[in-house]
């Protein structure tokens, strides 16, 4: 069973930054895909971005060019780098791996 450990939340200003990171451990050696997911309250859980174990991204329209997700395969993290942040980028962020494990969530509040 795989086990995710996630940190980096908390407080920022608007257009400041933060680094999320998430570790996986336990059954991790058949790991495909490592991503990032966001729920805002009132709202639904969203793609923000994901990373194959091949370095193949994917991102969200809403954060292109602001966030930037990488992976080291050897340590089984993967991070998240947001930079330029926004007041719509409130949210509990969740890690996930291949759409089946889910970490416990780390909250990113932007604000003045």
């Known amino acids: 069973q795989v086990q995710l450990v996630e940190s980096g939340g908390g407080l920022v200003q608007p257009g400041g930054s933060l680094r999320l990171s998430c570790a996986a451990s336990?059954?991790?050696?058949?790991?495909?895909?490592m991503g990032w997911y966001r729920q805002a309250p009132g709202k639904e859980r969203d793609l923000v971005a994901t990373?194959?174990?091949?370095?193949?991204?994917n991102y969200a329209d809403s954060v292109k060019g602001r966030f930037t997700i990488s992976l080291d395969n050897a340590k089984n993290t993967v991070y998240l780098q947001m930079n330029s942040l926004k007041p719509e980028d409130t949210a509990v962020y969740y890690c996930?791996?291949?759409?089946?494990?889910w970490g416990q969530g780390t909250q990113v509040t932007v604000s003045s």
């Open positions: 996930n791996v291949d759409s089946v494990v």
């Open positions: 990373i194959t174990r091949y370095y193949s991204t």
């Open positions: 336990g059954r991790a050696l058949h790991i495909y895909t």
